[in-house]
């Protein structure tokens, strides 16, 4: 299930960060992930995807690359991955394991957290203390 995804990472062009759930949501596995990998290597984030809220993390796409190839179990049951371009328009997209599709979503914008949790889908950075949801439009306003 992975070949798909990690033949269209390779070939995405673009500097992209990825965000991602593990399969096992305890704290215990999303920790030791970020100490076997390097701590420097990850951003932890909540997220809600589907209505489902879910502990997740942000990295670079080599190092999520890297994670597929050495480590696929971790994620083997999840659907997507969220693609995000490391641009100030944030341009995002979900891929999907089964065959590498990419469905754009639009960019990233800064919402309050009201508006964030009545989304199906959306990401909170705590280190930022900042709420992420995708839509259509410029958000360059939004993240000054």
């Not at 096992?24 to 920790?31: G, K, M, S, V």
């Not at 420097?40 to 796409?61: D, H, M, P, Q």
């Amino acid at each position: 299930m992975t070949k798909a995804i990690i033949e269209a990472l390779e070939n995405t062009k673009e500097n992209v960060s990825i965000v991602f759930a593990l399969d096992n949501q305890n704290e215990l596995h999303r920790t030791a992930l970020m100490i076997l990998m390097g701590p420097n290597r990850f951003k932890r984030v909540t997220g809600c995807y589907k209505g489902i809220k879910e502990k997740a993390l942000v990295c670079s796409k080599g190092t999520f690359l890297e994670l597929l190839r050495n480590s696929p179990e971790l994620i083997e049951n999840q659907e997507s991955i969220l693609v995000t371009t490391r641009c100030n328009k944030l341009y995002t997209s979900l891929m999907f394991f089964q065959d590498g599709y990419r469905l754009e979503l639009g960019s990233l914008h800064t919402v309050p957290k009201e508006e964030a949790l009545s989304f199906e889908a959306w990401s909170h950075r705590p280190d930022l203390d900042k709420y992420f949801v995708a839509k259509m439009g410029n958000p360059d306003r939004e993240l000054r």
